[in-house]
């Protein structure tokens, strides 16, 4: 959903930090949701209740956006790449530490 998002709003002339925030923000819930209920699913419930979670999970998002931002503002002019190539290869990477900082920190 935010590559799409992100790739969509860049393609029809938003700048590339105004799609990153725009898609972080539409995307948030789809996320939270899709990783409690289906990706870390567990039988035997979590460690924290839900409203925990959440904040867990906001600052996991907060600083992964962070990052993302700050990647794709200054890979292309270091690296001579386009900002929607810079994009993807730090969400890329991102989502293996996400993946990490979920099932370790926000989803046990």
């Known amino acids: 959903v935010h590559l799409g998002l992100v ?10 930090q ?3 925030a725009s898609a972080y923000v539409v995307t948030l819930m789809v996320h939270f ?25 906001l ?5 992964s956006y962070a ?12 690296l001579g790449i386009p900002e929607l190539g810079a994009f993807f290869v730090v969400t890329a990477a991102m989502a293996c530490v996400s993946f990490l900082v979920l099932h370790l920190f926000v989803f046990h």
């Open 7 to 16: 790739s969509l709003l860049v393609t029809v002339g938003t700048p590339i």
């Open 18 to 20: 105004v799609a990153l």
């Open 33 to 57: 949701t899709l990783n409690r209920q289906w990706v870390f699913r567990t039988e035997s419930g979590y460690a924290f209740h839900i409203s925990r979670q959440g904040l867990r999970y």
């Open 59 to 63: 600052w996991m998002a907060g600083a």
């Open 67 to 78: 990052v993302t931002a700050a990647a794709v503002a200054l890979l292309p002019d270091l």
